[in-house]
């Protein structure tokens, strides 16, 4: 492995090379910094001074940019980055142990980098392997699935001897779809191609109003209805010289999620399809996919699917040899932040700016990505469309309940026998899931992650759905030896981790929950800690900027209601209870002045 000393080093070649690559363009700026930084290890003030300058922005807009990102480095990292999924279900996986076992081994503090060490060990949110955790993800590029003990001592060694990564264990890396049951998008790619040609064929007009007769909802969790996205963004005007774009949301970063990772892996075709289908009906001539940073180890499939399908004239220049149908794909990498899966959040990073989500209207259907008309639909709203423009609008509405067609993917993990993805058609039980996937004793199911809905067992009858329990795709199972507290607790650290900062409710009332639900856990509680738990629940629920803090309470709203007893337990008194010992933060005081005596001790209660 080349050491950071001489990666730094070749920092100015390097920057030359990647600016180049992207012409200067400063919308590019988080390509750029992720470009250069996969070669010089950190961002050095040096580096980001070139960049500003080849970019022409200030050093000071380029550092802001670089610092909102928790994947690009200021400081100095070591050569192997090792971080650890830091999901509730990596945590019931004994992740944390692991990491603890990790570092003893290599003689490391755990989130801090300390000089000349080979190695330095954090963790993330969700890195969207739940279903084969704990994983870890190696400097931001590579995944290993399934660490357990042996696999800690081994890393240990190989990092000693400085092995390449690429030279470690091929099935430490190899991910696994894991698909349980399939349906009609599960079932095999449609021939590539055909989607295509039977838009082409039936017309745009026609099929946008197949897409509508579908009755298709976004997959991406608010469930809009996708032909009426797309007819807003077909009648809204482009500037002269413009062009509508089609934009797919692969950012996936809801915790427990993973179904996009393995429709990217396996039908990554089908929803570069759909995308060209929606191009098609639009009249859009630029597409992107913003491709989640803890997925960059699918960046070379993706790309070589991309070259296919161009080879295939199926991208490109007269798509299939249509005058005017002129469309092809980019793909951008994130780089670490929840918030850009929120629609206008996820453009103002493909512009190359920190994600802060923004002010709408107006809407991205009428001015998105560098104020163009824009569409930001999930990846499996792509691949579904793919399959409707190829057989029809009533056929996919004929699947699923009236007001949800069609069928979801649901990614499964926790305490299950099988996790993995399972395909069902809308209004599938809770029960029948469960089912299928091996769970016993279940005390409660999260769906659709952290901002979802936490069910407890006399409402597993109920449907997924939007008429019932809607969903983005998370189905997270705990079992009766679960505490469903410290889920809530953890969810609660996840929102306070990843909440922008923009608008106060969110970035202060984050916060003050989560150190609310430490307290409980310390043992400090009281029932006035949880009068102010449902007031920040209150407030942060109407007040927020973005959907990012108005269902940032949703699991502590849940589990106050279906789970209190977990609470009650760590409940005291009625009063304000300090959230520290008073007394004991004394002692120091005690041991200065020479006084122990009972005078010299606050008094305690109870
Ligand atoms: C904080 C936050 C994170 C989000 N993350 C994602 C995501 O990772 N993937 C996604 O498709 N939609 C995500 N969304 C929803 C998007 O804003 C948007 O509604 C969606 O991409 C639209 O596509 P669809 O209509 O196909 O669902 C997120 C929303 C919020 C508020
Ligand atoms: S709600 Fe949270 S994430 Fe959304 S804009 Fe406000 S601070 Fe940012």
């Known amino acids: 492995m080349q050491s950071s000393v001489s990666q730094s080093q070749n920092g100015a070649a390097v920057v030359d090379a990647v600016l180049h690559r992207h012409g200067g363009h400063r919308h590019a700026l988080v390509q750029i910094l992720r470009e250069v930084q996969e070669q010089t290890h950190w961002l050095p003030r040096a580096v980001l001074t070139q960049i500003a300058s080849g970019v022409g922005l200030t050093p000071a807009i380029v550092e802001g940019v670089a610092s909102f990102y928790r994947f690009f480095h200021l400081e100095p990292v070591a050569a192997y980055h090792l971080l650890w999924s830091d999901n509730i279900t990596d945590r019931m996986l004994g992740n944390r142990t692991l990491a603890r076992d990790l570092c003893q081994r290599l003689n490391i503090r755990p989130g801090a980098y300390q000089t000349g060490a080979l190695a330095s060990v954090g963790f993330t949110s969700c890195t969207g392997l739940g279903d084969q955790g704990p994983a870890l993800l190696v400097n931001q590029h590579h995944v290993i699935t399934r660490m357990d003990a042996q696999r800690v001592a081994e890393l240990a060694e190989l990092v000693r001897a400085q092995v390449p990564v690429s030279d470690w264990p091929a099935d430490w890396l190899r991910v696994d779809d894991q698909v349980h049951r399939s349906d009609v998008l599960l079932a095999g790619p449609p021939p590539q ?46 500037t002269e010289g413009g062009t509508r774009v089609v934009v797919c949301n692969a950012d996936e970063g809801e915790p427990g999620t993973f179904k996009d990772r393995v429709l990217l892996t396996r039908q990554a075709n089908a929803v570069f399809e759909g995308m060209t289908v929606a191009a098609r009906l639009l009249g859009a001539r630029q597409g ?35 005058d005017g149908f002129d469309f092809d794909i980019t793909i951008h990498v994130g780089a670490g932040a929840y918030v850009c899966g929120e629609e206008s959040a996820l453009i103002e990073s493909l512009e190359g700016k920190r994600g802060t989500p923004r002010i709408r209207p107006p809407f991205p259907v009428e001015s998105g990505y560098l104020g ?235």
């Not at 769970?439 to 407890?456: F, I, N, Y």
């Not at 589990?559 to 004394?586: H, I, M, N, S």
């Open 193 to 238: 191609g055909d989607a295509l040609r039977a838009a082409l064929a039936r017309g745009s007009e026609a099929t946008l109003a197949e897409v509508m007769q579908s009755g298709l909802r976004g997959r991406g969790g608010a469930g809009f209805t996708t032909g009426r996205k797309w007819t807003l963004c077909r009648q809204a005007p482009v």
């Open 288 to 322: 992107l996919v913003y491709l989640r940073g803890e997925y960059r180890y699918l960046l070379d499939h993706l790309e070589s699917v991309l070259a296919n399908r161009r080879a295939s004239n199926l991208l490109g220049k007269r798509i299939l040899g249509t």
């Open 372 to 606: 163009q008309p824009t569409i930001v639909n999930n990846v499996e709203t792509f691949c579904a469309a793919t399959h409707i423009a190829l057989r029809g609008g009533a056929w996919w509405a004929a699947m699923g309940t009236p007001q949800s067609s069609g069928t979801k993917l649901h990614s499964v993990s926790g305490d299950c026998e099988r996790p993995g993805i399972y395909e069902y058609p809308f209004g599938v039980t809770i029960e029948q899931i469960l089912h299928d996937c091996g769970a016993h004793d279940t005390q409660a199911v999260q769906v659709g992650g952290p901002s979802g809905v936490c069910l407890a067992a006399h409402e597993f009858g109920r449907r997924v759905g939007f008429e019932d329990v809607p969903t983005a795709g998370a189905f997270m199972v705990f079992n009766q030896s679960r505490d469903m507290f410290e889920v809530a607790r953890s969810f609660s650290h996840f929102f306070a981790h990843e909440s922008c900062g923009f608008c106060t409710p969110c970035r202060v009332g984050t916060e003050l929950v989560a150190r609310r639900m430490d307290k409980l856990a310390a043992g400090f509680g009281s029932l006035f800690d949880e009068t102010e738990l449902r007031e920040l629940d209150a407030l942060m629920h109407g007040t927020t900027h973005c959907g990012l803090g108005a269902s940032a309470t949703n699991a502590l709203r849940d589990t106050l209601v279906r789970f209190r007893p977990a609470y009650e337990k760590r409940l005291q008194e009625p009063g304000f209870v300090a959230a520290f010992d008073l007394d004991a933060e004394l002692a120091s005081a005690r041991r200065v002045t020479g006084r122990d005596d009972a005078q010299a001790h606050l008094e305690r209660r109870g």
